[in-house]
């Protein structure tokens, strides 16, 4: 009986985190190992995976099939589109950089300040990341939209 009951047990416990696993939502933010190779390959607007390892190479230590990995995890999120030419993949981009900080700046908008971007405005003046010159250049911005 005994046996039977941490069998009962060990299975609800399988079953309540699988399900938990599935429920999550899928996160499309971009990793900052990801955001460094859609850099890449937005300055180039196109690149084979070779193209990006050799660009990685220059600054750091990377293996080829990490970058191969690394590009296939972004074509499956939807950030880069691929076509095959002769023996080689070219990877482009499938949204234009504005969209993509667009879209990564609103979700870290609303994650973290509740959908107002007025607190991180106020942080940024005054941890005085915004220099004067760029508030100034907001500001003109802002008359113009009105």
């Given at each position: 009986m005994l046996l039977f009951l941490n069998f009962f047990l060990l299975t609800y416990e399988l079953f309540s985190t699988t399900k938990l696993i599935y429920m999550r939502p899928k996160h499309t933010t971009l990793t900052p190992q990801e955001l460094e190779i859609m850099k890449l390959v937005w300055q180039r607007q196109s690149a084979t995976v070779r193209d990006i390892y050799e660009a990685l190479l220059d600054h750091r230590k990377i293996a080829y099939t990490t970058v191969m990995t690394m590009m296939k995890i972004l074509?499956?999120?939807?950030?880069?589109?691929?076509?095959?030419?002769?023996?080689?993949?070219?990877?482009?981009?499938?949204?234009?950089?504005?969209?993509?900080?667009?879209?990564?700046?609103?979700?870290?908008?609303?994650?973290?300040?509740?959908?107002?971007?007025?607190?991180?405005?106020v942080h940024l003046v005054k941890s005085r990341h915004i220099r004067e010159k760029d508030l100034q250049k907001m500001a003109r911005m802002i008359e113009e939209i009105k």
């Open positions: 074509e499956t999120k939807g950030y880069l589109k691929k076509r095959r030419q002769e023996r080689a993949f070219i990877y482009r981009p499938a949204h234009t950089k504005n969209q993509v900080i667009g879209s990564m700046l609103r979700e870290f908008i609303n994650r973290v300040f509740n959908g107002s971007a007025e607190p991180l405005l």
